[in-house]
């Protein structure tokens, strides 16, 4: 009997590992269909906004996302941005593709928007009159772009969400038929 209550201790344990990893999901989005030189990941923390923690807002971009462009990629979110402008870091999003966003991205490194000589900001859109964009601008004095550096010809499309690995469920599995085996006898 005692081996039994550990087996189901053991199975119980697992179970709830699982769940907690299973709300742990990231979700991803991509740029897909673009002009080449053009990418990007959004990883978000719920699979739709209505699931969101916050609400639908930038403060579900999780680390790692970016924009790439052929100038460079940016790659840290610039919340205070995101409030200032478009959607005021509001987001819209479901379980096949981002609907509503304008998010900030800044660059590790200076890139210079080179027809502006200023420092160059990335976006990621969505909902802004087209299915979705990777845009190139620069802040001075406002929100500045020039579109050869521009591509709304893509959209953020969700990946699928990994399922729980093949040695996960194989653990599972076995100890769920000990327990069933002990509690027989």
Same mark, same amino acid.
């Given at each position: 009997?005692?081996? #039994?209550?550990? *087996? %189901? ?6 179970? =709830?590992?699982?769940? =907690?990893?299973?709300?742990? *999901? ?10 080449? +030189?053009?990418? /990007?990941? $959004?990883?978000?923390?719920?699979? #739709?906004? !209505?699931? *969101?923690?916050? +609400? /639908?807002?930038? %403060? ?8 790439? &462009? ?9 919340? /205070?941005?995101? %409030? ?7 987001? #819209?999003? @479901?379980? #096949? ?10 660059? &590790? &490194?200076? $890139?210079?928007?080179?027809?502006? @000589?200023?420092? !160059?900001? +990335?976006? %990621? ?13 620069? $802040? ?13 010809? /893509? ?19 076995? +100890? ?5 085996? =002990? &509690?027989?006898?």
């Amino acid at each position: 009997m005692k081996i #039994s209550n550990l *087996a %189901a201790f053991a199975v119980f344990t697992l179970f =709830q590992v699982t769940l =907690q990893n299973a709300s742990a *999901a990231i979700y991803e989005y991509d740029w897909v269909g673009g002009q080449p +030189g053009f990418s /990007g990941q $959004i990883f978000l923390d719920a699979p #739709s906004s !209505a699931l *969101a923690p916050n +609400g /639908g807002t930038d %403060a579900d971009v999780q680390p790692g996302s970016y924009v790439s &462009t052929p100038l460079g990629t940016f790659s840290v979110l610039d919340r /205070g941005l995101d %409030a200032a402008f478009g959607t005021a870091g509001v987001m #819209s999003w @479901n379980a #096949s593709q981002i609907t509503m966003m304008w998010l900030f991205f800044q660059p &590790t &490194t200076p $890139i210079n928007c080179p027809y502006y @000589n200023q420092p !160059a900001i +990335g976006c %990621a859109l969505a909902g802004m009159g087209h299915t979705g964009g990777v845009e190139v601008g620069c $802040i001075s004095g406002g929100y500045a772009s020039f579109f050869s550096y521009d591509d709304f010809s /893509g959209s953020w499309e969700a990946e699928p969400v990994p399922e729980p690995s093949g040695f996960a469920i194989l653990i599972m599995c076995v +100890g769920m038929l000990f327990v069933n085996r =002990q &509690t027989k006898f």
